[in-house]
């Protein structure tokens, strides 16, 4: 386990990612998603692809977690909650915004009722002192098993980014 | 993830209309036509591809998509932006109105072509007006 | 006038007992009865007043066979200036739908008919909340939106768009937590987590000693605007939007929504495409029943059968990709037709895969049910007699384990099921134990009628309809038969997309009846319990215990209850 960092973040950071690198304890946080990528979640858990091999583990609360598996658009009726999930987290805040709702806030980016996506929620978080130290986005519908594990790999510094932002000009025919 | 061919991309946004989370938008300026595509709101359903007149839109079976940043999810394409002849607003690009015209062999006039929807729709009852009328 | 009317009653009825049935809401309405009409084969339109929809209503739930089925608010007032509420009954022996419509101007108030209907309760609130619609002769409170949520919003109101909605109300955070006084309850942050299956929801339980005495729902945390959402998409956009609803059994969304359309607009869909649609059904259902099957056990402490029926499900999961294209929310459903074809090679692969499957479900299943401790756990807790069952409409495997044969499949047939021979597992004990058999007998079904529907599937190419066009203002109705129960979807037809597309979930019927569930059972069994209707927001993660001597408040994770590590 991690030091936990005080507060404002007066010790080194760099140290505590290192630390990290070995076994992380992970926290679910379901923000009104539609439980495909929950259960994918799940999936990673259990036999077939079974990542309690590698020391990633499940925990009860966040203040035990050093990564949160974040799905779901944030309905506005979870958003406290969320809030204060990641507020009760122990520095650094490790963060994987998963699925299109957790990225961009999915088929319901811009209903009255979601927030929409990390992103914002990111933003939201800035303005109230809730500082994250790392996100790692992790698009699918549902976000696939390989998928998650790959996320984590990225967060990790174990793998590089496969995209990148592109801008094609069109060829004219 | 989709892929978007930039040589057979006409840029007429019929991927944009059908797309179910609008992950795929198209934005039209004074000098440029953006397609982008926002990997991060995709639900890989594929419509766009079924969709594409021009078969521009292929399918891959990337999924490790994984990006630190938001932005890194984003793709763009982009097309030259075709003025209306009468009213001066940009309105489309300029494959598209070529591939128009190439499908229509020639059926319609180049006057019409590069005039936007709203004029045309004026400059055709003025001639129609004017077949009745008589009078200019 | 009357005996006019009366007698088109019994001109549109579709067998005896729609006829007697409709004879008697003909005789209690007398002229208040102003239309009636038959929409399909299957529905017959009752147009009333509003002021004698608690006889119809009283009628209506006197019948044995007759149950509640959904209820849907519609904003007509661009064209008639009404609102306008359509009630489904269906009589489940004749397969017939009775939709009672009450229009309403929005100001004057419809009675409430909640103390007749018991499962109307939900619905009534509902349309209070989003449409604005008001009932008289009962309380009403806030069901679906924000406690802060301002009065005069109504979200599904045609007249307000979401971008004025978000204009109105921004969501407030800390503030808000503060103002409602959860910080001073909340002493541990409240956060959704569980191993299994979750999201956002609360139960209260309200405890003295270790016997639960009452428990009351909070929720409706995961609300996510879809139904405004539908009413900006275009008609192919939806079905992927539908599949959404649930990420479990999001198909049978699909379907649903694409049978109410096809109903509405009478399109008839090429047989091959039922097939398709049929065998995708059944392939969500094995994997929700396994699904359930190992988070149940994993609530009873029992985590090795937990992690064997994960290990199976994952063979569903490939094959469902083999199938579709995706592990899952498969989107392959459209307004008539499917888009992708199941081939010789596939039908191959997929009757080995669901043979392995069988083999290794039959030695789970057998050794997971004689665990002595698992028996024990289950049997007699939670216990739902039948006549609790039938007065809140119950569904799905919920009514089954309480001793009612209701199965959409048989009752209101749809797809390919009429082609296959199937039996429903009913069993009659009403506890954890029954409902949890009946689970486990219904893979066994799911994968014969799939390997019934693979023998027989057409070997056409054609799987969808070339073209359609749409109507405006047509009513249509479609039922499925899901995993957890009964789901039915009311459409109203616009021009290019869905005018008011109303979704009832199975777990909307059926979680209204977990407090009679909860009653009286000790409260380690109380997770279990309420895990055993499937709950599909499965919202069964942390519940709030408050001790009615002390009224103190605290916070205990389910996981935590169900291993009886409360004092």
Redesign the interface.
């Known amino acids: 386990m991690v030091e936990a960092l005080p507060r404002n973040g007066s010790v080194d950071l760099a140290k505590a990612f290192d630390k990290l690198k070995r076994s992380i304890w992970v926290?679910?946080?379901?923000?009104?998603?539609?439980?495909?990528?929950?259960?994918?979640v799940?999936?990673v858990?259990?036999?077939?692809f079974d990542v309690e091999r590698f020391g990633i583990k499940?925990v009860?609360?966040?203040r035990h977690a050093d990564l949160i598996l974040l799905t779901?658009?944030i309905?506005?009726?979870?958003?406290?909650?969320v809030?204060?999930?990641i507020?009760?987290m122990p520095r650094p805040r490790l963060v994987l915004a998963l699925g299109s709702c957790g990225v961009g806030g999915?088929?319901?980016f811009?209903?009255?009722?979601?927030?929409g996506g990390y992103p914002k929620l990111q933003e939201?978080l800035k303005s109230?002192g809730v500082e994250v130290d790392k996100v790692v986005y992790v698009p699918g519908?549902?976000v696939?098993p390989e998928a998650i594990i790959y996320g984590v790999a990225l967060l990790l510094g174990l793998a590089e980014p496969k995209v990148r932002y592109e801008r094609v000009e069109a060829v004219e025919g | 993830m989709i892929e978007i061919d930039p040589v057979k991309c006409v840029g007429c946004g019929a991927c944009v209309?059908?797309?179910?989370?609008k992950a795929l938008t198209i934005e039209v300026n004074e000098k440029e036509t953006i397609l982008k595509y926002f990997i991060g709101r995709c639900?890989?359903?594929?419509?766009c591809v079924?969709t594409c007149p021009q078969k521009a839109i292929k399918t891959t079976n990337k999924f490790e998509l994984s990006a630190v940043d938001v932005h890194e999810l984003q793709m763009e394409l982009v097309h030259n932006t075709v003025k209306c002849r009468v009213c001066g607003k940009p309105f489309i690009t300029s494959k598209f109105v070529k591939e128009v015209g190439r499908r229509l062999n020639g059926g319609f006039k180049d006057d019409l072509l590069y005039v936007c929807p709203t004029c045309r729709r004026k400059l055709t009852a003025k001639k129609i007006a004017t077949k009745v009328t008589g009078v200019e | 006038m009357v005996s006019d009317i009366i007698e088109t009653l019994a001109s549109v009825a579709r067998g005896s007992r729609s006829k007697s049935i409709l004879t008697k809401v003909g005789e209690v309405c007398g002229d208040k009865l102003l239309k009636v009409e038959r929409v399909s084969p299957s529905t017959i339109k009752v147009l009333i007043k509003a002021d004698c929809l608690h006889e119809v209503a009283e009628v209506l739930s006197a019948e044995r066979d007759v149950y509640f089925r959904t209820m849907a608010a519609s904003d007509e007032r661009p064209a008639e200036n009404l609102f306008k509420l359509y009630y489904v009954f269906g009589i489940d022996s004749e397969g017939t739908n009775i939709v009672v419509e009450v229009p309403t101007d929005g100001e004057r108030e419809v009675p409430s008919i909640s103390d007749v209907v018991k499962a109307c309760d939900w619905y009534e609130l509902e349309a209070h909340d989003l449409m604005g619609v008001k009932f008289s002769g009962r309380f009403l409170k806030r069901l679906v939106?924000?406690d802060d949520w301002p009065e005069e919003i109504h979200?599904l109101r045609k007249d307000i768009t979401?971008e004025e909605?978000?204009k109105l109300?921004q969501?407030q955070?800390?503030k808000?937590?503060v103002e409602l006084g959860?910080e001073e309850i909340?002493k541990?942050?409240?956060?959704?987590?569980?191993?299994?299956?979750?999201?956002?929801e609360y139960f209260e339980l309200y405890v003295r000693g270790e016997k639960v005495v009452d428990a009351r729902y909070v929720g409706?945390?995961?609300?996510?605007?879809?139904e405004?959402?539908a009413e900006s998409?275009?008609y192919?956009?939806v079905p992927?939007?539908a599949e959404?609803?649930?990420?479990?059994c999001?198909f049978v969304h699909s379907v649903s929504y694409t049978q109410a359309v096809e109903e509405a607009l009478n399109i008839e869909v090429p047989e091959k495409t039922q097939y398709i649609r049929t065998i995708i059904l059944e392939l969500e259902r094995i994997h929700s029943h396994l699904?359930w099957i190992?988070v149940a056990l994993h609530l009873l402490g029992y985590d090795t059968g937990?992690?064997?029926a994960?290990?199976i499900r994952?063979k569903v999961?490939v094959l469902s990709e083999l199938l579709t294209?995706?592990?899952?929310?498969y989107?392959i459903n459209l307004v008539g037709g499917v888009?992708k074809d199941i081939n010789k090679e596939k039908i191959e692969k997929t009757k080995q895969t669901l043979k392995q499957v069988l083999n290794e479900y039959k030695e789970f299943v057998d050794v997971a049910t004689s665990v002595p401790q698992v028996r024990r756990r289950l049997s007699g807790t939670g216990v739902l007699p039948g006549g609790e069952a039938r007065a809140y409409s119950l569904v799905g495997p919920t009514a089954r384990g309480s001793g009612l044969s209701r199965d959409v499949r048989k009752d209101y047939t749809y797809g390919a099921y009429h082609f296959v021979s199937f039996s429903i597992p009913t069993y009659s004990e009403g506890d954890n134990l029954a409902r949890t058999l009946v689970r486990i007998d219904e893979v066994y079904e799911s994968i014969n009628i799939i390997e019934q529907l693979l023998d027989t599937i057409p070997s056409s190419s054609e799987i969808k309809v070339d073209s359609w066009e749409p109507q405006p203002m047509k009513l249509g109705l479609g039922n499925v038969e899901a995993p957890r129960g009964e789901v039915i979807h009311v459409v109203i037809t616009g021009k290019y997309g869905p005018y008011r597309w109303r979704v009832r979930a199975p777990t909307y019927q059926n979680l209204q009846a977990v407090p009679t569930m909860l009653r009286g059972v000790d409260l380690a069994d109380a997770p279990i319990t309420i895990a055993s209707i499937d709950p599909?927001?499965?919202c069964t993660d942390r519940a709030i215990k408050i001790n009615i001597k002390t009224g103190k408040v605290e916070f205990i994770?389910l996981?935590v209850l169900s291993r009886g590590g409360v004092r």
Not at chain 1, 110 to 115: E, F, P
Not at chain 3, 220 to 226: D, E, L, S, T
Request: aromatic letters at 10%; hydrophobic letters at 35%; one cysteine or more.
């Open positions: 926290f679910h946080l379901n923000t009104g998603s539609c439980n495909g990528c929950d259960i994918e799940l999936d858990l259990t036999p077939y499940l009860g609360s966040p779901g658009p309905t506005i009726k979870t958003l406290d909650k809030v204060r999930a507020d009760a999915g088929i319901w811009n209903t009255y009722s979601t927030l939201l109230l519908c549902p696939r | 209309r059908i797309c179910p989370p639900i890989f359903c594929w419509m079924q | 939106l924000p979200p979401t909605i978000k109300y969501p955070v800390v808000r937590a959860v909340v541990i942050p409240i956060g959704p987590y569980h191993p299994a299956l979750h999201e956002p409706f945390m995961v609300h996510r605007g879809i405004k959402l998409m275009k192919d956009q992927f939007l959404r609803i649930c990420g479990i999001g699904l190992g937990f992690m064997h994960w290990r994952e999961m294209g995706s592990r899952k929310t989107g888009r599909c927001f499965s994770p996981e």
